[in-house]
């Protein structure tokens, strides 16, 4: 029985030992490629796009608000 739980044993730190060598490649993987993507970020940077606001937000919340109002009293009717 000894020899089998040794074998078992010697199995499991193997088995261990190769996930945790995936896990350390793909880590290192990982930085490397994040390392190579802000370098291509400082040469072609992205445009950024501004967007304005609507002064008129105040206005189409009111309008909403209505249009909320008016559906609840037509599902009310309903029943």
Known sequence: ??????IGLVLMVIGMGFVMLFLC????????????????NKIFPEKIEVVEKKKSASKSAAKDDE???????AIMSKR
């Open 1 to 6: 029985m000894s020899e089998n739980l040794m």
């Open 25 to 40: 490649i793909m880590i290192a993987a990982m930085f490397g490629m994040s390392a190579v993507v802000r370098y291509l």
């Open 67 to 73: 249009a909320v109002a008016v559906a609840l009293a």
